[in-house]
């Protein structure tokens, strides 16, 4: 269900971001639910219905934003990840999903690397920077996180289960960083 300025927090006015039914079509959007529903050990239909809302999301962010996220290591838990690896196997689907329904009419490509080894790569102060970059971007787009958005968006569960953030102080952190746009990743501390 599209989203609508009353859930944005104060000063970002949220997007008209489509639903994942609506990306998806209400065929292939069925046909994930019921995939991903009838593995076992699946979690409820609800829950699988929460996960392919966030893997869309994820996509819908990737397609609007990619000079700010292009590349950047997957914020999401494996269950999305698995999900998005279901849609690209469905290649007329997916191809279609990224060119003609995502907001910015390119194909999204998916690559695995570990996180210990993307890590590796920019430096620790680097990768927090990114993982946090995910956060004013999603609540302009979608409003605040959700509880049901929460469990599948790493860096929010941290936020919130380990440093006791609120959902509303999460959304509310981009109101305390400069403005992202055309500011440079920071560079490597460690030697």
Excluded at 57 to 78: A, M
Excluded at 96 to 123: K, V, W
């Amino acid at each position: 269900m599209p989203t609508s300025a009353a859930h944005a927090p104060a000063g970002i006015a949220a997007e008209q971001a489509p639903d994942a039914e609506e990306l998806l079509g209400s065929d292939l959007h069925e046909e994930v639910v019921r995939h991903f529903s009838a593995e076992p050990g699946a979690p409820s239909e609800a829950t699988v219905r929460h996960q392919v809302r966030e893997c869309l999301r994820y996509l819908y962010l990737v397609s609007r934003h990619p000079d700010r996220l292009g590349g950047l290591f997957l914020p999401v838990e494996q269950d999305i990840d698995e999900i998005w690896h279901y849609l690209i196997l469905q290649t007329r689907e997916y191809r279609d999903l990224c060119e003609n329904r995502l907001p910015g009419g390119h194909f999204i490509h998916h690559r695995s690397i570990s996180y210990d080894a993307y890590q590796e790569a920019p430096g620790r102060e680097a990768v927090a920077e990114e993982a946090l970059r995910w956060i004013p971007l999603y609540t302009a787009a979608f409003g605040p996180f959700d509880a049901d958005a929460l469990p599948h968006w790493t860096i929010v569960r941290f936020l919130h289960h380990e440093l006791g953030l609120s959902l509303e102080e999460i959304a509310a952190l981009d109101e305390d960083r400069p403005q992202q746009e055309g500011t440079p990743t920071p560079a490597r501390t460690d030697t």
